[in-house]
């Protein structure tokens, strides 16, 4: 693990029925690889990678499992600690997108209760199968403070940016958050991490409450 | 399909080990490239191994059980797939389709599908390997495992990985299948074996599959129990609350058993390591066990292993030291691991070499069934590493780490006695050979831990106050020589001698692994410990320097006084390094070579297998240049000596948890004290770009309490992410 710097590490969980593509994602992110007949994932798998947003480092550490599994033997390890999570669904299978509300309860149950979630529609690519409508998707999602997107692990389009949202997202969170808190960690947050105030702040008043 | 030719030549190679179930096991664990798995029939000797009945030896037991058991598939698959494969009969029953029964055959095949359709997903995606990929075999594998499935209806149904268990012996069962038709109407039909032909004939693969997965799953089932999330916790509105105790899945307590009694009781070190890191054992554990193995090698490496556990273990009871045998050959990579690469290699299994392939890892956890303790793990590290682990010790010890507290309240109760009474000198025989390693151990240890740089001053500092000893004392002293008939006696007395220091040892690291379970929570008292460590350390260093001093026996009662007088005054001054007495013994410099080298390579050929003397000797002679070499500069300090090396070493600094990236750390502060294990001298400032190990540990901590410190801290569940309000950085030398 050389050259193994960075700001901040965010643990993202990847959830979703068996089958929406949560390992390609995974690889497509962290390896820009895909396999057609990748296999199922039996426990869990893991990958890192590291991005910038406002020239801090970000290190991701995503984890996948098995979707059939629910976890049920590794429950609260895998969402220990996790801050975001992106719940796949396959836009050409439409139980898929039925389940999603199952998953949502999954992580109230299990995850923080201010876990970033963005709802992902996989399989984009798969468009005269689609089975879920675009909107409806959407609409779904600002119903339940979800951010949202399309993407297809398998031509790669949105999943960089689904990623680089998430991520970004916590860290604006994080950031101000901590910088909402108690006077003297301000103060020493604002000396060691040279995260500009008023930048912060304003990330703040445009966000406007929308998240958590 | 194999010539005809072939299978009988295969048949007869399996056949010659076949007089009783003992030999084919025998002939599959030893005979390596000629095992009968590969020269003979594969799926003969695990038909053998899984179908024998126990205490039943006789040849064809397993015969006998293979034709009723066909048939009792037969019959079952005909009855759960006949509507499958026959969805037309189902019009000609007299039943509504819609009717609201839930019994009615109409609704059975919709769920059914639900079922099929859920097994083929995972079928579709099996891995590339052999022909799982062909229309035939797919089919046939989501057939078994249907059935399996409606044959065993308490079982939860299908799980993931399943698949992966039954495909292999699907693939072994058809590549020795025999048409048994185009066999009787060759001329040779008539001379072949008719055990031969049942056995491996070709119309019965499936069914053979279905057989051999079943008697599979008597023992794998548990890998794959889960029980249900309970739904009766109320909705709230944190995780802490709502947050289930970890279900008690039998996988999961199994991993735990693996790591937390079998690995344990092997390697206190590495099970303690990955305690430290909190890697929780099912993570990686769940698919080695659920899947046997099968993703962690290549696929004739894994069948090879699958040979030797089926014919070893087919109950798979031995698999929970199978684990431990893979951790063992791959713990010092894991401990000089943080989270990260540790969870990186344990799901990316790295490749065995070439001469210990996979099904060795059987051997070895034959060896560790018998010899269950840190010595027997100790000899497999050995084996595969040429290093010795840093301790080894006796499971009783190795339990006593498991409670931090009371291990340092009883070395702190003990004072802090430089010497101390030696429980059972027999015990620890087997650890003389690791003296050094075992004080070069506790170096390597502690500086994972973060207080390396507090401990190598210690350290350093008993090597400049040795030195300085040495100096003033020139004369050679005379080395011990095992003369001939002065030579029992002597290797009497050595023994004596290396008992005690093995276990003065024992004590010092006792103390040190505690101290590192304790994560530093006490920051004057772990310092206390680190200084009575390096007294310790110390007072073993002179002897092993010296060879021909005496250590203080209960036979010699005056030095026993002297002690005892020593002991008492560190009592009274805990924060004073190592007591000036020692340097009033009577200290001839020697070369610690020559000195050392009797002592160690006497213990060693103890060992039999474990370290030759000059292995040993080397970082003793190094470690003399060492002092050497910095022996001038040092000189004043040898003078007053007892300045409390470490004290000074460890200037007041901000911890992570001051710095800016607190708010990374783990948001429990307020619960019970959690130091990060951080160096906190001068130069693990500049250490600290490398300290990922703990600055991983805390950052990925960051919004995650484990559980239990949830529980005793609800408040933190409005959190964001735990993270408010701020942790306030942990008041510094709490």
């Not at chain 1, 098995?66 to 969402?79: D, F, K, L, N, V």
């Not at chain 2, 007294?535 to 010296?546: E, N, P, R, S, T």
């Not at chain 2, 001839?588 to 000059?614: I, R, Y």
Request: aromatic fraction near 6%.
């Amino acid at each position: 693990m050389a050259n193994d710097e960075y700001d901040f590490l965010f643990k993202v969980v990847l959830i979703g029925d068996s089958g929406v593509g949560k390992s390609n994602l995974l690889s497509r992110f962290t390896r820009n690889e895909f396999n057609l007949d990748s296999k199922s994932t039996i426990g869990v798998e893991f990958a890192t990678r590291s991005i910038q947003v406002d020239s801090k480092t970000i290190k991701a550490q995503i984890w996948d499992t098995a979707g059939q599994e629910r976890y049920r033997a590794i429950t609260s390890a895998y969402y220990r600690g996790a801050v975001g999570a992106l719940l796949v669904y396959d836009i050409s299978k439409h139980q898929t997108y039925e389940n999603v509300t199952r998953w949502l309860k999954e992580l109230r149950d299990h995850a923080d209760a201010n876990i970033v979630i963005m709802l992902v529609g996989n399989k984009s690519d798969l468009r005269h199968l689609r089975a879920v409508p675009t909107d409806e998707a959407k609409g779904f999602a600002s119903e339940n403070h979800l951010s949202f997107i399309e993407t297809s692990a398998l031509d790669a389009s949105n999943v960089e940016l689904a990623f680089q949202n998430i991520l970004t997202e916590i860290y604006r969170i994080v950031s101000s958050k901590a910088l909402d808190s108690g006077d003297g960690a301000q103060a020493t947050i604002g000396a060691g991490t040279n995260i500009s105030l008023s930048k912060a702040a304003d990330d703040e008043a445009s966000k406007g409450g929308k998240c958590c | 399909m194999r010539s005809l030719a072939e299978t009988q030549a295969r048949w007869q190679a399996t056949q010659t080990h076949c007089a009783s179930v003992e030999d084919l096991q025998n002939a599959v664990r030893h005979n390596g490239p000629s095992s009968p798995c590969l020269s003979g029939c594969r799926s003969v000797c695990w038909k053998v191994f899984l179908l024998s009945k126990d205490g039943d030896n006789t040849k064809l037991s397993w015969s006998q059980s293979l034709g009723e058991k066909r048939e009792s598939y037969s019959e079952r698959r005909d009855h759960f797939l006949k509507f499958i494969n026959h969805p037309e009969a189902l019009t000609e029953l007299t039943i509504d389709p819609l009717a609201d029964d839930p019994k009615s055959p109409w609704n059975t095949v919709r769920e059914d599908e639900v079922v099929r359709a859920e097994i083929l997903q995972d079928v579709q995606r099996l891995p590339d390997e052999a022909n799982y990929h062909e229309d035939y075999m797919q089919r046939m594998i989501l057939d078994i495992l249907f059935v399996y499935c409606k044959v065993n209806p308490d079982r939860g149904g299908y799980r993931q990985g399943m698949h992966e268990l039954l495909a292999p012996i699907l693939h072994v069962v058809e590549q020795d299948a025999l048409d048994r038709e185009s066999t009787t109407a060759s001329d040779e039909g008539d001379s072949l074996e008719e055990l031969m032909l049942e056995t491996i004939d070709q119309s019965f693969i499936e069914h053979d599959a279905f057989i051999l997965f079943s008697q599979l799953m008597e023992h794998a089932q548990s890998f794959y129990e889960v029980k249900d999330v309970p739904n009766s916790s109320p909705p709230t509105d944190g995780p802490s609350q709502s947050r289930f105790p970890e279900q008690s899945s039998a996988i999961v307590e199994r991993s735990k058993f693996i790591h937390e009694v079998c690995l344990q009781k092997i390697d206190p070190e590495l099970a303690a390591h990955l305690t430290g890191i909190e890697i929780l054992p099912q993570i990686f554990l769940i698919r080695w066990i659920r899947l046997l193995f099968s993703r962690e090698f290549p696929f004739n490496q894994f069948l090879v292993l699958w040979d030797t556990i089926l014919a070893v273990d087919p109950s798979l009871d031995l698999i929970d030291l199978v684990c431990c045998a893979m951790l063992l050959r791959i713990r010092w990579q894991l401990l000089e691991s943080d989270y990260s690469v540790c969870l990186q290699l344990l799901l990316k299994y790295p490749p065995p070499d070439q001469l210990h392939g996979p099904h060795t890892f059987v051997d070895d956890a034959l060896y560790l069934r018998d010899h269950m303790n840190a010595p027997g793990g100790a000899t497999l590290i050995k084996k595969y590493s040429g290093r010795l682990p840093n301790v080894q010790k006796s499971t009783q010890s190795a339990e006593r780490v498991n409670s931090p507290l009371p291990g340092l309240d009883s070395i702190r109760k003990k004072g802090f006695g430089l010497r101390s009474p030696i429980r059972s000198p027999s015990k620890f025989l087997q650890q003389q050979g690791g003296v050094e390693n075992m004080i070069q151990g506790v170096l390597e240890k502690s500086e994972k831990l973060g207080i390396n740089q507090a401990l190598r001053d210690a350290v350093g500092e008993i090597k400049r106050n040795m030195q300085g000893l040495n100096e003033g004392l020139s004369s050679p002293y005379p080395r011990v020589v095992l003369a001939d008939d002065g030579a029992a006696k002597a290797l009497a007395v050595m023994q004596r001698r290396n008992d005690q220091l093995a276990s003065l040892l024992e004590e010092t690291v006792m103390s040190l692994r505690a101290l590192s379970v304790s994560n530093l929570e006490d920051k004057a008292r772990s310092l206390d410990i680190i200084e009575v460590a390096a007294a310790k350390v110390q007072f073993v260093q002179i002897y092993l320097q010296d060879a021909s001093m005496d250590i203080p026996t209960a036979d010699s009662p005056t030095s026993e006084e002297a002690q005892l007088a020593a002991d008492k005054r560190e009592d009274k001054e805990i924060k004073k390094a190592p007591p000036p007495e020692k340097e009033n013994q009577p200290l001839s410099p020697v070369s610690a070579t020559n000195a050392s080298g009797p002592n160690l390579s006497k213990a060693d050929s103890k060992l039999g297998d474990m370290k030759k003397s000059e292995e040993i000797q080397d970082p003793l002679s190094n470690a003399a240049e060492a002092t050497s070499n910095d022996s001038k500069k040092e000189e004043v300090l040898s003078e007053g000596q007892p300045k409390t090396p470490v004290a000074v070493s460890i200037p007041a600094r901000s911890t992570i948890a001051q710095s800016s990236f607190s708010w990374m750390l783990e948001p429990e502060e307020s619960g019970p004290p959690q130091t990060p294990p951080i160096g906190k001298s001068p130069t693990s400032q500049q250490k600290r770009r490398n300290n990922n190990a703990s600055r991983e540990k805390n950052a990925f901590l960051f919004g995650e309490a484990p559980a239990e410190l949830d529980e005793r801290d609800p408040l933190r569940s409005g959190d964001i992410f735990g993270m408010e309000p701020m942790p306030t950085p942990p008041a510094k030398g709490k």
